[in-house]
């Protein structure tokens, strides 16, 4: 035998000798097991003993639940109350058990608050306007509406718009609702005297009242007439406040709260004259 392979020898009963060492065993159930029928060493597996509380579990077989069963080569049995997959397929049941751990998303947008929502939802609410209703009514010749100084002018709107108004607006689990409730109406004479609410609707005028009988709730009386305004009339506005709360929920717990109030307006032309300058047909 040439030196060369004298050399050779030596180096492969060196290399045996170091890879056929008996298997190391760890603590708590953990033991690397060789991997091949050379007696080389594979990669480490975990005995599912350490994966179930430090108890033993015995081998068994792909396709059974019998423990103790040789001819599964050595794998571990499945944990208590779990099972092999379908038969033949050597894949534990309880590998698709096991929760799937995915990263966050950090590219896909968080939800928005509720309050946001809340805030959507409140600008798309359709608020009805008031309807400019008032007495006296009296039709002038040239055909404006007009009223008259000194008398008591109800004014009021249409009762069936005094209703509560409400919008929801919803993002998957995160929704907010928010209503408009009528809380007072305002009449502004349109000649400087000052703003005048009152709370409610008002009050239609009817002839059980009498002809000069203040309004039992929403009133005005002109002091001047409007021959010196432009067109010889006013604008008189009147407007519905609304008082705005929401509710909704965050995907946890439910909350909700106060939006600003909101206005809807509708103005008209009013002529105010004096009781002597009115004739009749």
């Not at 597996?45 to 001819?71: F, K, M, Q």
């Not at 305004?229 to 008082?243: D, F, K, L, M």
Request: hydrophobic share 40%; aromatic share 8%; with cysteine.
């Amino acid at each position: 035998m040439s030196r060369r392979a004298d050399l050779v020898f030596v180096a492969l009963a060196a290399l045996g000798s170091s890879v056929l060492l008996a298997p190391p065993v760890f603590a708590d159930g953990v033991v690397v097991s060789p991997g091949d029928a050379d007696g080389l060493y594979g990669s480490p597996s975990i005995d599912l003993g350490a994966v179930a509380g430090g108890t033993p579990s015995n081998p068994g077989r792909p396709g059974s639940t019998e423990p103790g069963s040789t001819a599964g080569g050595g794998v571990a049995g499945p944990p208590l109350g779990l099972s092999w997959s379908a038969p033949g397929s050597g894949v534990p049941e309880w590998f698709t058990v096991l929760p799937e751990f995915r990263f966050p998303d950090f590219s896909a947008p968080a939800p928005p608050s509720p309050g946001v929502l809340a805030g959507q939802a409140a600008e798309q609410l359709q608020l009805p306007l008031p309807t400019p209703s008032h007495s006296p009514d009296v039709a002038l010749p040239d055909g404006r509406s007009a009223t008259v100084v000194g008398e008591h002018t109800w004014f009021w709107t249409e009762p069936a718009r005094w209703e509560p108004v409400s919008r929801r607006v919803q993002a998957g689990a995160v929704w907010a609702e928010v209503t408009a409730t009528p809380e007072r109406l305002s009449f502004d004479p349109g000649n400087e005297q000052g703003l005048v609410s009152c709370p409610g609707p008002g009050t239609p005028y009817d002839r059980s009242f009498g002809v000069h009988a203040p309004s039992p709730d929403c009133d005005v009386v002109y002091q001047r007439s409007s021959a010196d305004e432009p067109g010889e009339q006013v604008r008189a506005q009147w407007a519905i406040t609304w008082a705005v709360s929401w509710r909704g929920f965050d995907g946890i717990a439910p909350t909700g709260g106060q939006l600003p109030d909101m206005t809807s307006r509708a103005a008209a032309d009013l002529a105010v004259v004096e009781a002597q300058a009115l004739t009749t047909g």
